[in-house]
């Protein structure tokens, strides 16, 4: 499974971006979808994750009410909704996907990963 992310860029603090992530491949399911980053210096971490079936999300708490995560299951594509853009929010944001293909494997695939830069 394929997955390419666009969206990325520079914004001022306080400013907006989307980012997406298409999926794509031979019948695959996917379980479950989520966006990393790495920030310089620093661990990756899960800023946020959706299920493939209830659409259940979950939120790193420094994201919690600025971001929002959700998914276009007829497109296989998920979004990250980023507004109210802070400096700390600055790092490679990469998109993952797990689930199975289509011989029954358990795949987990990771997009290229997209810079966003937010100026002070």
């Known amino acids: 499974v394929r997955l390419v992310e666009s969206g990325g860029g520079l914004v001022q603090t306080g400013g907006s971006l989307r980012l997406s992530c298409a999926a794509s491949g031979s019948s695959f399911r996917i379980n479950a979808m989520g966006w990393y980053r790495q920030a310089p210096g620093k661990q990756r971490e899960l800023v946020a994750s959706i299920t493939g079936g209830s659409g259940t999300t979950n939120y790193t708490d420094s994201v919690k009410g600025r971001f929002t995560i959700s998914r276009d299951n007829a497109k296989n594509t998920m979004y990250l909704q980023m507004n109210s853009l802070k400096p700390e929010d600055t790092a490679v944001y990469s998109c993952?996907?797990?689930?199975?293909?289509?011989?029954?494997?358990?795949?987990?695939?990771w997009g290229q990963g997209t810079q966003v830069t937010v100026s002070s």
């Open positions: 993952n996907a797990w689930g199975t293909d289509y011989s029954g494997s358990i795949y987990n695939s």
